[in-house]
Nanobody, 115 residues
């Protein structure tokens, strides 16, 4: 199984925006739910947002109203639009199938938000 490839991270000031992308080879994201996760220094990886096969979207309270997850099934790609970023959003962001049973994790993309 090839790991997903995340991109789009960077350094932004608080209040700024970033759009993350996640591509997968083959049929990795076909017919499954997909989610974004993040891991801040010293903390466990946490679920951030998910999108089901039929497009239902789910968010943790900390990002509701600021982040938007979407998917393009024809491109096997998932996106995370992040607006009004806060320093506490600083983390490495990963995407993967959800649930994450037996998945292979990619390198992630670093998001750093300065105050």
């Amino acid at each position: 199984q090839e790991p997903p490839v995340e991109s789009g991270g960077g350094l932004v000031q608080a209040g700024g925006s970033l759009r993350l992308s996640c591509g997968a080879s083959g049929r990795t994201f076909v017919n499954v739910g997909v989610a974004w996760f993040r891991q801040a220094p010293g903390l466990d990886r946490e679920y951030v947002a998910g999108i089901s096969l039929i497009g239902s979207k789910f968010y943790i309270d900390a990002v509701k109203g600021r982040f938007t997850i979407s998917r393009d099934n024809t491109l096997n790609t998932v996106y995370l639009q992040m607006n009004d970023l806060k320093p506490e959003d600083t983390a490495v962001y990963y995407c993967n199938k959800n649930p994450t049973t037996n998945v292979v994790w990619g390198q992630g993309t670093q998001v750093t938000v300065s105050s």
